[in-house]
């Protein structure tokens, strides 16, 4: 019989890792996570000129043409809009402006400003209403059954 010779593989295995290299150190601030950070703070309070310009022509847009301002109250001629809408915005402006709150971004402060847009666009279109107008009476001097509903709902 012939010899046979065997051969014996062995496999090594890699070395052992250290602790130190198993492990993985995270960054404890955000310095270390990022060198460079870029923060990003995102006011929305106070408007650009720009935005309160487009807030005006929208105002002025809704109070002189067809809406559902206008069939209700009517609509304003272009200049009687253009001045009422720069009042509104100005004094919205100012009362929001005046008004403190605590968050740092403006948002509450933006909800009082369109807040005080709205209930003044109201008030302006309402008054000329009236003024031009007064409200429908019948014979007993008491007002039309369909303009009390809907100032009922309004409450």
Do not use: C
Not at 103 to 114: N, Q, T, V
């Amino acid at each position: 019989m012939a010899e046979t010779e065997t051969e014996s593989i062995t496999t090594s295995s890699p070395p052992p890792i250290s602790e130190t290299e198993n492990s993985t150190t995270l960054p404890t601030t955000e310095t270390e996570k990022n060198p460079n950070p870029v923060t990003i703070s995102l006011r929305i309070w106070p408007p650009t000129q720009k935005t309160r310009d487009a807030v005006i022509n929208r105002l002025i847009e809704t109070l002189s043409t067809e809406s559902i301002l206008s069939k209700r109250f009517g609509s304003l001629e272009s200049e009687e809009a253009s001045s009422v809408a720069k009042s509104i915005e100005d004094e919205a402006y100012a009362i929001a402006s005046a008004t403190v709150f605590g968050d740092d971004d403006g948002i509450e402060i933006l909800k009082a400003y369109s807040k005080e847009i709205s209930k003044r666009m109201l008030e302006s279109v309402k008054a000329k209403s009236n003024v031009a107008s007064p409200p429908p009476k019948d014979g007993d001097g008491i007002e039309s059954a369909v303009d009390s509903k809907i100032d009922s709902s309004e409450a």
